[in-house]
Nanobody, 114 residues
Framework: QVQLVESGGGLVQPGGSLRLSCVAS???????MGWYRQAPGKQRELVAH???????YYADSVKGRFTISRDNAKNTVFLQMDSLKPEDTAIYYC?????????WGQGTQVTVSS
């Protein structure tokens, strides 16, 4: 059974930082892994992904502020989020890219507010 467990979210002021973590089953972790987010009333969007060989991609909205990384030995992918803005408020999920039939995990809530 594929498992994705996200953690690290919370409430932070604008300009602050958070570091998200996601532990994935080995069966999918060898894939390109990404972080997605879904804000209230909006569609889920991909914000960053990283290949098994550590090549990265970022959406324009987070480029220069977010950093994705992975620890292949621990089946863990990270998202370092700096200079957070209120518009970054969303539930953040990790999954393979493209997702295919893999179910979503529970996600982790990030709220950026003063």
């Amino acid at each position: 059974q594929v498992q994705l467990v996200e953690s690290g979210g919370g409430l932070v002021q604008p300009g602050g930082s958070l570091r998200l973590s996601c532990v994935a089953s080995r069966s999918i972790f060898i894939s390109t892994m990404g972080w997605y987010r879904q804000a209230p009333g909006k569609q889920r969007e991909l914000v960053a992904h990283i290949t098994y060989g550590h090549t990265t991609y970022y959406a324009d909205s987070v480029k220069g502020r977010f950093t994705i990384s992975r620890d292949n030995a621990k089946n863990t992918v990270f998202l370092q989020m700096d200079s957070l803005k209120p518009e970054d408020t969303a539930i953040y999920y990790c999954n393979r890219v493209p997702r295919g039939p893999t179910d979503w995990g529970q996600g982790t809530q990030v709220t950026v507010s003063s």
